[in-house]
Nanobody, 124 residues
Framework: QVRLVESGGGLVQAGGSLRLSCAASGRTFSSYARGWFRQAPGKEREFVAAISRGGGSPVYANSVKGRFTISRDNAKNTVYLQMNSLTPEDTAVYYC?????????????????WGQGTQVTVSS
């Protein structure tokens, strides 16, 4: 099991940027594919972005493509989500996740470890 702790959320105006971080501890971090999901009030938790063990060819939801960038630093056991050009529709609790294989996945049930979430609020 991997323990995940998110940080970096907050309140930002529309058009602004935030960078989320997710620090991992426990089992070998570098072996794990990682993902970011989000959940807005009254909605299902949805996929945002994912990155493989090696960091190449990340995958994004259409709603964030071109605005968000996922990256990882295996030496620091940390994955990041750089969010630019934020809109009120990006308001949600953002969760990082890990799966115990190195390949990318985009569905919730593919990830076995989850962080506690960090709130992102974008004002208009």
């Amino acid at each position: 099991q991997v323990r995940l702790v998110e940080s970096g959320g907050g309140l930002v105006q529309a058009g602004g940027s935030l960078r989320l971080s997710c620090a991992a501890s426990g089992r070998t971090f570098s072996s794990y594919a990682r993902g970011w999901f989000r959940q807005a009030p009254g909605k299902e938790r949805e996929f945002v972005a994912a990155i493989s063990r090696g960091g190449g060819s990340p995958v994004y939801a259409n709603s964030v493509k071109g605005r968000f960038t996922i990256s990882r630093d295996n030496a620091k056991n940390t994955v990041y989500l750089q969010m630019n050009s934020l809109t009120p529709e990006d308001t949600a609790v953002y969760y990082c996740a890990a799966r115990d294989v190195g390949l990318i996945a985009t569905t919730r049930d593919a990830f076995g470890s989850w962080g506690q979430g960090t709130q992102v609020t974008v004002s208009s």
